[in-house]
């Protein structure tokens, strides 16, 4: 993915969610500092477009929560071992279905604890954290 193609999810999906839910101007996109984030022409469109984002520290520690659902996929794609490119595809559509509802409700739950486990750490590991192999710390 690139800078022009993060643009096009940002209008296509974050938008129309904005609209759908009613949000307004009180909402703040939350993104790391991945270098499409962060581009001069994506720092541009998201001030075309007046999207306000959380400043996040460079080498902070993911607390995005997709993430930890992105790492349950992987987890569980990986185990049924596709053997071709559209059969990825589609293990990745039925895994990403049968993420349950409550484990989007556990995760935000838990935001407010990862947060002071992340203030307590200075920055550092905390039990939450994903290494850079996408694996959970301890």
């Known amino acids: 993915m690139n800078s022009p193609v993060y643009?096009?999810?940002l209008k296509e999906n974050v938008r129309p969610?904005?609209?759908?839910?009613?949000?307004?101007r009180t909402w703040v996109l939350q993104q790391d500092n991945?270098?499409?984030?962060?581009?001069?022409s994506t720092s541009e469109w998201l001030?075309?477009?007046?999207?306000?984002?959380?400043?996040?520290?460079?080498?902070?520690?993911?607390l995005n929560l997709i993430e930890m659902l992105w790492?349950?996929?992987?987890?569980?794609?990986?185990?049924?071992?596709?053997s071709n490119v559209a059969e990825l595809q589609q293990f990745c559509k039925?895994?990403?279905?049968?993420i349950p509802p409550h484990r989007c409700n556990r995760l935000i739950?838990?935001?407010?604890?990862?947060?002071?486990?992340?203030?307590?750490?200075?920055?550092g590991p905390t039990a939450y954290s994903?290494?850079?192999q996408g694996s959970k710390s301890a």
């Open 71 to 82: 790492h349950d996929l992987k987890k569980v794609v990986h185990a049924r071992k596709s």
């Open 7 to 9: 643009q096009k999810i």
């Open 17 to 24: 969610s904005v609209c759908d839910l009613k949000l307004k």
């Open 94 to 98: 039925d895994e990403w279905a049968k």
């Open 47 to 62: 001030k075309k477009n007046k999207m306000k984002t959380l400043e996040w520290p460079s080498q902070s520690p993911d």
């Open 109 to 123: 739950a838990s935001y407010g604890k990862r947060l002071i486990a992340v203030v307590a750490a200075k920055g």
């Open 34 to 40: 991945d270098p499409k984030h962060t581009s001069k």
């Open 130 to 132: 994903l290494d850079s």
